[in-house]
């Protein structure tokens, strides 16, 4: 850190007058990419070995990060995984296992209360001396981590775009940005209207009032970790003119949707654009696993 901006030359922006970069936060490091460490780094600040416990799926990008980080910082972890019908042994999971994090498969229901007091009063009882992480790093702590990609950014810049889940990244951004410029987030899940709450909640911890900032809830292709034709083929195509790999769950449906925007005329001469890339890429292999892409299509994105 701090991650390069790479600029992409399009002919057609240019021809438009448009520039557009990408902000290589999947460069950060091999484990600990996007903005996973960003959301994670102010719980390992200190020499402490207090244990740490959060949430994930069973393929989570979350939980991958944390098992190396508290290997790394020799601190212990505990993961209570949703894993309804998903095989707990599958990549992401051997990997965190590895790492020494420990793993507690529940069900849906059970998982659903990870935001809920008396559940989590309970969680805490049965590891008294743990520090308890939201989902995502969701928070204070993870929205203040990325705000500081913000200051990273050494130019002047019209708008910037991030793909969003728990919107732990994308209110950090918005809450550091000039009222000049705008947010565009891309929900990664259906029915996301919801999250704007949890962004005005969350801008208001930061202490922000900035309105300069739009959620597109229409762009996530059939629901979280859903995947179509179109978007492995944009996400190859993507590859292939630029050499940089996208996820298939946030930062391939981002560029997707940026890239239909630019081609519907949304954005205007002189704009430059800047797209967060989040990292995520260890997801591939829950896709490979789960048979839902095929190795030749991996092994065209350079994914072994």
């Not at 959060?54 to 944390?66: C, I, K, R, T, V």
């Not at 492995?232 to 449906?253: A, M, N, R, S, V």
Request: overall charge neutral; hydrophobic content about 40%.
């Amino acid at each position: 850190m701090p991650s390069p901006l790479q600029p992409l030359s399009i002919k057609h922006l240019t021809d438009q007058n448009i520039q557009l970069s990408i902000k290589r936060d999947d460069l950060i490091h091999p484990n600990l990419s996007g903005n996973k460490w960003r959301k994670l780094k102010d719980y390992f600040k200190s020499d402490s070995d207090q244990p740490i416990v959060s949430f994930g799926g069973a393929y989570s990008n979350h939980l991958h990060a944390l098992a190396y980080a508290c290997h790394y910082f020799k601190r212990p972890a505990h993961a209570i995984v949703r894993a309804d019908g998903i095989d707990p042994n599958n990549e992401t999971l051997k990997d965190c296992q590895a790492l020494g994090m420990t793993i507690e498969c529940v069900d849906r229901q059970t998982y659903r209360q990870k935001n809920n007091p008396t559940y989590l009063n309970e969680l805490q009882a049965k590891h008294p001396n743990a520090c308890i992480i939201a989902e995502g790093g969701f928070g204070a702590s993870g929205m203040k981590g990325v705000a500081e990609l913000i200051g990273e950014l050494n130019c002047d810049f019209s708008h910037i775009i991030c793909p969003v889940g728990s919107a732990t990244s994308f209110t950090g951004i918005i809450s550091q940005l000039k009222s000049r410029q705008q947010a565009i987030g891309v929900a990664a899940l259906a029915n996301a209207e919801y999250l704007a709450a949890d962004i005005q909640l969350g801008l208001a911890q930061l202490n922000s009032s900035h309105d300069n900032w739009r959620l597109c809830c229409d762009q996530h292709l059939g629901g979280f970790g859903k995947i179509t034709q179109s978007l492995l083929d944009f996400i190859e195509d993507f590859y292939q003119g630029y050499q940089i790999l996208l996820d298939p769950i946030y930062t391939g449906k981002m560029m997707l949707a940026l890239f239909n925007a630019i081609r519907a005329g949304q954005f205007k001469d002189g704009d430059h654009i800047i797209a967060v890339h989040t990292g995520g890429l260890q997801g591939w292999r829950g896709f490979a696993q789960r048979g839902l892409v095929r190795q030749d299509y991996l092994a065209k994105l350079g994914v072994n």
